[in-house]
């Protein structure tokens, strides 16, 4: 079943098999029927003879994966024609014209309209034609016998049909799903960035061209490289060449193609220096037909990448473009999607500029304004004057903050400078927590959607509270750095005692629930084993898992 569902049948189009055992069926059963002749002897065995040619000639194109095009799915239409006005000679019409009702599926899964009308309705009329000269004339060339053995050999071919009809209308209810929203996942979640799976749907898609024998992969890509693949299975072997290979596939037309059939390349070499047939991505898929699509999704470009055995033929191309409509539409849902929560952030930005600048930025001021106001008392003990100081400072900070994030002039879809969020926010932690932080970066320039730096920024504050907290640390070293398109922020104790260090780490900060929520929002781990003495733990982002820089 799991192979009828993939496409194929023994190898073969279940329409090409069926059309091809129903044929061989009708020719057996005629041929054996022993049916008595209204024509001459030689006329008898001469139509006999061509009826067996024409069923061994379409057997053995079967085995040649032929027909391929459709005009070749239209002759053998008409070569049927030729095969069912022989049976009809022979005397057997009820049983010719049920062959036709499968060359219709044939025509149907190739992409010819009005399959009906085209593959039936002709030879009816044909033969209902000859059938009326033939009784006008008195040539009793057309002789309609019905015998016992009719009956069965009917009910064989259509069940055999029914059984067809059916694996071909699941196929392309199949490809019709794979439009549907349950194979895409956005998640406007409200505590995490916006996101999408294309998990199912790769899953889905990889099922109708054999499973684990077909491989299906989705990339996305920024400028700086290969953001993320969606796969049915392992991809670590082809992810370098799938990153070299991503510009020249973006060229490829739009619509989902092939872009390598090893069958049709044995046989013309024409195309051996095309840039596309030299791709190393491409050797390495060892599948018989490789079909690739390029395509935009908001800021990403991405290519959708199909290996798999079955025939480059006219159902292949019908299937491909029932495909291309499929990935069209999840994109345009996902960009319309993209495009209502911008809208809505610059809506819900508007209204809490307006409400927090009327209300928490005055109270703010006020309040920091009265706190300088205190300290310039003559009554204040040293050590209280550093500590309202320090207090005011923080305010001031957070204000910073507040109005960057208020402005109205800022395009939230805009990336921003990491580095300078976190050196800002490792000030004002420090200042809360009443330690120091000295902090060290590689980059000075770190982009990064605000959204996301955002994330980085609580984890950043959480990490430094629980150091606070449970490590009882008094003076830190955070340090950031890119590697491996990864950002690293790593957490040094300079204060820590022999005794302290020997703890156990992972019963404190990377205990915290809060942690582990902050990290799962930007996909990031932190790990505390195999770092330099001090080091209380780092936290690996990967910076190309940021979808929200669509």
Not at 228 to 245: D, H, I
Request: aromatic fraction near 6%; charged fraction near 20%.
């Amino acid at each position: 079943m799991q192979t009828i569902a993939s496409g194929e049948m023994l190898g073969k189009r279940p329409a090409l098999l069926a059309l091809a055992l129903a044929r061989v069926l009708i020719a057996s059963a005629v041929l054996l029927q022993g049916r008595q002749a209204a024509m001459s002897g030689a006329a008898f065995h001469t139509i006999q003879g061509l009826v067996f040619l024409l069923a061994a000639l379409a057997l053995a194109g079967l085995f040649l994966n032929l027909p391929r095009t459709r005009i070749e799915f239209l002759i053998l239409l008409l070569v049927d024609w030729i095969f069912v006005g022989c049976i009809t000679l022979l005397g057997a019409p009820v049983t010719g014209l049920l062959l036709l009702f499968f060359d219709e599926i044939a025509l149907r899964v190739s992409g010819w309209p009005w399959t009906a009308p085209v593959a039936i309705v002709p030879p009816i009329v044909a033969l209902a034609g000859l059938w009326w000269a033939d009784r006008m004339t008195h040539l009793s060339w057309i002789e309609l016998q019905v015998l016992p053995s009719d009956v069965i050999v009917w009910a064989i071919i259509m069940l055999l049909y029914a059984l067809t009809s059916h694996f071909a209308s699941r196929r392309r209810a199949s490809l019709e799903r794979l439009s549907d929203d349950i194979w895409i996942d956005p998640i406007l979640a409200s505590n995490q960035p916006f996101s999408y799976d294309f998990t199912k749907w790769i899953q889905q898609l990889s099922s109708l061209f054999g499973g684990e024998r077909c491989i299906c992969m989705l990339a996305l890509s920024r400028k700086n490289g290969l953001a993320r693949v969606f796969s049915n299975g392992p991809v670590e072997r082809f992810q370098a060449e799938l990153t070299k290979g991503l510009g020249i596939l973006r060229d490829l037309p739009g619509g989902l193609t092939v872009v390598r059939d090893r069958e049709r390349e044995r046989a013309d070499r024409a195309n051996a220096d095309d840039p596309i047939h030299q791709l190393h991505l491409l050797s390495l898929l060892d599948h018989g037909v490789i079909m690739a699509k390029p395509f935009e999704l908001g800021r990403q470009s991405g290519v959708l990448i199909l290996a798999h055995d079955q025939p480059n033929d006219a159902v292949l191309a019908q299937e491909a473009r029932a495909i291309d409509q499929a990935l069209d539409g999840a994109i345009q849902r996902i960009n319309q999607t993209m495009e209502m929560r911008r809208a809505f952030l610059t809506e819900a930005r508007e209204v809490a500029r307006r409400d927090l600048h009327d209300g928490v930025l005055q109270s703010l001021a006020a309040l920091r304004m009265r706190l300088l106001t205190i300290i310039q008392s003559q009554e204040l003990a040293p050590a209280a004057n550093a500590e309202i100081r320090n207090t005011a400072e923080i305010i001031a900070l957070e204000q910073a903050r507040l109005r960057s994030l208020l402005d109205e002039n800022v395009d939230a879809d805009q990336p921003v400078n990491l580095f300078e969020a976190l050196r800002l926010c490792v000030k004002t932690t420090a200042l809360q927590w009443e330690i120091d932080v000295e902090f060290v970066s590689d980059e000075t320039a770190i982009p990064m959607h605000r959204e996301s730096a955002n994330n980085v920024e609580y984890l950043l504050r959480e990490v430094i509270a629980n150091a606070a907290r449970h490590s009882g640390s008094k003076e830190l070293r955070c340090s950031l750095a890119l590697r491996d398109h990864n950002l690293i922020i790593s957490l040094m104790d300079l204060s820590a005692t022999p005794a302290r260090l020997s703890g156990d780490f992972h019963n404190g900060p990377l205990s915290s629930h809060s942690l582990r929520q902050r990290l799962s929002l930007v996909n990031g781990r932190a790990y505390s084993d195999g770092l330099q003495t001090g080091t209380l733990l780092a936290i690996a982002i990967p910076l190309t898992y940021d979808e929200a820089d669509l």
